[in-house]
């Protein structure tokens, strides 16, 4: 069974442009949650997804969204790029949304901001 | 707010030691406790969840709600245990965010 895939694994953008990142769920999998790492503030949840309606939003600013599709992929765009959001960019898929739902993460997309 | 604390970054412990890692919470209601592992180069993996109380690769954690504690223990490093361990939690429910402490890098040594 193929894992969580994300697509790109690394990105260099400038300051001011955006960016869209991809991630493919494991194969029935519905449930598509976002996740930003940075050494300074650790692994912090940026939204989940789940049958293409987003269920939970953590805060981040509005430039940061999502969206899912009929399929289950789910893309994560940041607009108007900041040096600050230079990070990993990890995404995890489960089953199912709520409890006792396995979450299984992908390797992440680097994306590094100059 | 739930919060997850892990007061250490590092844990270095000689192979054979019995090893402990710390994890407290904070959260009103009835969480759910996991702790992700880490290997260098792999993804963040789930090793064990509460509601399992199960012990995966020799490691055990119990759910202490009255020291809001999910410590994670094994009785004898092993070399391979090397890695980034991760407590998180998630609130009861039907959300699936996990709140994610900073991560403690065991290392075990010869």
């Known amino acids: 069974k193929a894992g969580v895939t994300q697509t790109p694994r690394y990105l260099i953008k400038t300051r001011g442009q955006q960016v869209t990142l991809s991630c493919s769920p494991i194969?029935?999998?519905?449930?598509v949650s976002w996740y930003q790492q940075t050494p300074g503030q650790g692994l912090q949840f940026l939204f989940e997804?789940?049958?293409?309606?987003?269920?939970n939003k953590g805060n981040f600013p509005g430039r940061f969204s999502g969206r899912q599709f009929s399929n289950s992929r789910s893309e994560m765009n940041v607009s108007t790029l900041e040096l600050g959001d230079s990070a990993l960019y990890l995404c995890?898929?489960?089953?199912?949304?709520?409890?006792?739902?396995?979450?299984?993460f992908g390797q992440g997309t680097r994306l590094t901001v100059v | 707010a739930q919060r997850v604390t892990q007061p250490e970054k590092l844990l270095s412990v000689f192979k054979g030691a019995p090893v402990e890692l710390k994890c407290n919470y904070s959260?009103?209601?009835?969480?759910?406790l996991f702790w992700y592992v880490q290997y260098s180069r792999q993804r963040l993996q789930l090793l064990l969840r509460?509601?399992s109380r199960e012990s995966i690769k020799g490691f055990t954690a119990d759910l202490n709600k009255g020291e809001t504690s999910f410590h994670l223990k094994k009785p004898f490093a092993q070399e391979e245990d090397s890695a980034m361990y991760y407590c998180?939690?998630?609130?009861?429910?039907?959300?699936?965010?996990?709140?994610f402490g900073t991560g403690t890098r065991l290392q075990v040594t010869l």
């Open positions: 509460h509601i």
């Open positions: 997804y789940f049958s293409e309606t987003q269920r």
């Open positions: 194969s029935g999998h519905r449930s």
């Open positions: 998180a939690l998630r609130e009861g429910g039907t959300a699936s965010k996990l709140t």
């Open positions: 995890a898929s489960s089953i199912r949304t709520g409890t006792a739902a396995e979450a299984f």
């Open positions: 959260y009103s209601g009835s969480p759910e």
